[in-house]
């Protein structure tokens, strides 16, 4: 796997946008290891070409999302993309939308990238970085008044689904993340799940529903939105026999 190639305590590298490697991680528990991948010629060419365009450098303050992206739009936010195919599929969808992922894992970074360059998407940047801290720093929270910038949108797709009692917690969908992930969204903006192991499916429908801020727009499991296309976990998941669950709930 590549290492970031800041020098220590030196701010991020400003082609991949990755953290430096040395400097403590102040969160104790992750969502997330980082996984050993290769990352193949067509993705490390796309990093190199379109990486100083559309990876944006972690940097712990507020993100100006229209100096960013270039224009005005709405924003959704996307937690962990994975190699990212249903995000270039939904970005070449809504083009009118803004589309600003996390994901930690550099091949899927690389490969983003190259579908960018390959569908020619304009309306996507990406932060290498742990989705946590970035919501932490750079997104503050929706306010009328102090911050009207606030995101129409969140896609969490496939969250690693920690099997293990005893990394439970390290699953995303807990109640004091969710509750920053809807302080972020502007009021009728939605956060989008999905999952396909069910014991994680009930956990977000019990989390999701004891957070005040938000309401389900179905009775429980909601049918899968137009613009969400299958990923390589849904089919395999079905395979499996799992059933794939979402959840849409919307800012009151
Ligand atoms: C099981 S995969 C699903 C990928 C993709 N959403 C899909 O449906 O194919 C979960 C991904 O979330 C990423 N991830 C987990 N925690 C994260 C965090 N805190 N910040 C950024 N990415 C994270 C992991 O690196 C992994 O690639």
Not at 146 to 160: K, M, S, T, V, Y
Not at 198 to 218: D, F, I, K, R
Request: aromatic share 8%; charged share 20%.
């Amino acid at each position: 796997m590549n290492t970031p190639s800041s020098p220590p305590g030196e701010t991020p590298d400003q082609a991949t946008g990755l953290a430096p490697s040395d400097v403590a991680h102040p969160r104790a528990i992750r969502s997330f290891v980082k996984r050993a991948g290769r990352t193949t010629l067509g993705q490390a060419k796309a990093t190199a070409e379109l990486g100083p365009r559309f990876v944006l450098p972690y940097r712990a303050a507020p993100l100006d999302l229209a100096e960013a992206f270039g224009r005005q739009a709405p924003t959704v936010l996307e937690i962990g993309f994975g190699m990212g195919d249903a995000t270039a599929h939904i970005a070449e969808l809504l083009p009118e939308t803004n589309f600003l992922c996390c994901e930690v894992h550099e091949p899927g970074v690389g490969a983003l990238l190259k579908q960018i360059g390959e569908r020619g998407l304009a309306n996507i940047r990406i932060l290498a970085h742990d989705a946590v801290e970035v919501l932490d720093h750079m997104l503050p929270a929706w306010d009328a008044q102090q911050n009207p910038q606030g995101l129409a949108g969140i896609h969490i797709f496939f969250p690693d689904p920690w099997h293990k009692l005893r990394h439970h917690k390290r699953r995303l969908i807990q109640p004091p993340f969710v509750a920053r992930l809807a302080q972020r969204l502007v009021p009728g903006g939605y956060l989008h799940c999905a999952t396909d192991w069910e014991p994680y499916a009930q956990q977000m429908l019990q989390v999701l529903s004891g957070e005040p801020l938000l309401a389900n727009t179905a009775a429980d499991f909601a049918p899968r939105p137009h613009y969400r296309p299958d990923t390589k976990f849904e089919r395999r998941g079905l395979k499996l026999g799992h059933g794939v669950w979402d959840l849409v709930f919307q800012r009151r």
